[in-house]
């Protein structure tokens, strides 16, 4: 029987080696042009046929990071730190960084942040950011960045604007969606429509329309939920005009959006049909405490309680979708309840606070049964996962087919400039 099956499986992939091929002949020796009317056969066909054998298919590697939480992005930023380190030393190779080992980036508020920063393309055609540069970024800018930091007086709110503006524009200069190196996902709200809005490296690629300098998707997705007016951004060509604020209002939580994303786009994740096809870590950054006035209903601590809630929820209803996959393709990292420590505003304590949230117990949710604390702690979580994501980058190696076929943009006339980090 299971010398049957290998058969099987032998099959067809020599079938479909045979149809690569034959297109390949034809398009390379021929000059046969396939148009995009035409890109959906490859997708249907070959692709589809391939699904069944396990051998050759992999996974599709999700980052998914939450808006500010109760420190500021700061948990969110130390986990990625501790994964990035967790990646080298596995891999062996100090070079290694975060979008090595993904193919989505999604986040919100500062989570699309730390997206933009550790997806952008670099000078040197590298991500522009290690973990670690893309925390200090947050520590250095947080109360520019972050609304609940300071006073929250109209006049005070306005001047935070502008200058959290001013250093994107410095940190990210003329780079735009269609800079990153892999897809990424960066949410806001536009108020013009009432509705969210996904800043897409996917859909930049198809037009100029839908291509948002890096800068405005950053000061769009950070921008102040409170504000009497949202940021107002265009598109590269202007044609399109979104007033935006805080991408925390409607998805402080961007996992189930981008494991949506992945799974209907067939163009670049032909393979990827179902959550088994996914391996996705969801990054929170810690619950608010009643002690540190939480519970005032001011807009700030409103927009907080909701987005933490609404987090919450997408993390059950994503547990749900994996179902026992959960614990082998989904891992949830979150403090574990409220910490009333977390009250103190400065960096310092923010980031030893982050530090403490690692080493907590990691909490799962389980199918109609709420939370369970687990043996393993978030650090050691991310640590396994680190093993996972390695597994599947090497697997690739000896794929016939790439799990993952990135869209690829036209010459630009001219070359995006990116500035150096900068916390002024």
């Known amino acids: ?113 730390l997206a933009a920063l550790l997806f952008t393309k670099g000078k040197d055609g590298r991500p522009m950011c290690k973990a670690n540069e893309a925390m200090q970024f947050l520590v250095k800018n947080r109360r520019r960045l972050n609304s609940s930091s300071g006073s929250n007086g109209i006049f005070s709110r306005i001047i935070r604007s502008s200058k959290a503006e001013k250093v994107f524009r410095k940190t990210f200069g003329e780079c735009t969606l269609k800079d990153t190196l892999k897809p990424v996902l960066v949410s806001c709200y536009d108020l013009a429509t009432r509705a969210p809005i996904l800043f897409s490296r996917a859909d930049a690629m198809e037009t100029d329309s839908y291509d948002f300098k890096m800068s405005d998707v950053c000061a769009a997705t950070s921008a102040d ?69 939480a519970m005032t209903l001011s807009p700030v601590n409103l927009v907080r309680i909701g987005g933490e809630g609404a987090s919450d929820m997408v993390d059950e209803a994503v547990s749900m979708a994996f179902g026992d996959l959960r614990t082998s393709n989904y891992v949830r990292i979150q403090s574990n309840g409220p910490n009333a420590s977390a009250c103190s505003r400065k960096n310092s304590n923010l980031s030893a606070i982050a530090e403490a949230m690692l080493a907590q117990k990691n909490v799962e949710s389980v199918l109609f049964r709420g939370k369970k604390v687990v043996e393993k702690t978030n650090s050691d979580k991310l640590d396994w996962f680190a093993g996972e994501l390695i597994k599947e980058h090497e697997r690739r190696k000896f794929s016939i087919l790439p799990v993952v076929v990135f869209k690829q943009s036209s010459p630009r006339t001219s070359s995006a400039t990116v500035s150096t980090i900068s916390s002024h």
């Open 1 to 113: 029987m299971e010398a049957t099956s290998i058969m099987e499986q032998n099959f067809e992939v020599d079938k479909l080696t045979n149809e690569i091929f034959s297109l390949l002949e034809n398009k390379f020796l021929f000059g046969y042009q396939d148009s995009l009317e035409n890109s959906h056969i490859l997708n249907s066909t070959l692709f589809t046929d391939l699904k069944p054998n396990k051998n050759v298919s992999g996974k599709v590697r999700i980052l998914s990071i939450d808006g500010g939480g109760s420190t500021d992005g700061i948990l969110a930023a130390k986990s990625l730190v501790y994964l990035e380190t967790s990646l080298c030393c596995k891999y062996n190779n100090p070079n290694a960084r975060i979008a090595d080992f993904f193919d989505v980036g999604a986040g919100s508020g500062i989570g699309g942040i």
């Open 225 to 293: 939920s409170t504000a009497v007016r949202g940021f107002e951004v265009r598109s590269v060509d202007k044609k399109m005009r979104i007033v935006a604020v805080d991408g925390c209002v409607a998805m402080n939580n961007p996992t189930a959006a981008a494991i949506t994303h992945v799974l209907n786009n067939k163009q670049e994740f032909p393979f990827c049909n179902s959550v088994e096809d996914l391996l996705v870590v969801s990054l929170g950054n810690g619950v608010a405490s009643p002690a540190c006035g």
